[in-house]
Nanobody
Framework: QVQLVESGGGLVQAGDSLMLSCAAS????????MGWFRQAPGKEREFVAA???????YYADSVKGRFTISRDNAKNTVYLQMNSLKPEDTAVYYC????????????????WGQGTQVTVSS
């Protein structure tokens, strides 16, 4: 089982930036795809971004051009750089480790972090 710990959330104003980090406790980090999901109050968890073991990247249309996912295999860490934040980006953001399959589907991820709150005020 992979343990994932997110950090970097907070309260910001619209237009600001934040960087989320997710530290993974696994020896197989470099061979796993990693993803970020988010869940706003009253809404279902939704895909935000994913990065394959080969560093291919995938984004939800709602964040494309504003968010960047990256990974540092030497540090067992995946990042989500969020720029030009909007109030609709407000949610709890979760890091997840993929077991393969469709990166856009939460069912492809077996291990999840506890989440970090991101709040964007208008």
């Amino acid at each position: 089982q992979v343990q994932l710990v997110e950090s970097g959330g907070g309260l910001v104003q619209a237009g600001d930036s934040l960087m989320l980090s997710c530290a993974a406790s696994t020896r197989t980090f470099s061979t796993q795809a990693m993803g970020w999901f988010r869940q706003a109050p009253g809404k279902e968890r939704e895909f935000v971004a994913a990065i394959s073991w080969a560093k291919g990247t995938y984004y939800a249309d709602s964040v494309k051009g504003r968010f960047t996912i990256s990974r540092d295999n030497a540090k067992n860490t995946v990042y989500l750089q969020m720029n030009s934040l909007k109030p609709e980006d407000t949610a709890v953001y979760y890091c997840a480790a993929s077991t393969g399959g469709n990166y856009y589907d939460a069912k492809s991820y077996a291990d999840w972090g506890q989440g970090t709150q991101v709040t964007v005020s208008s």
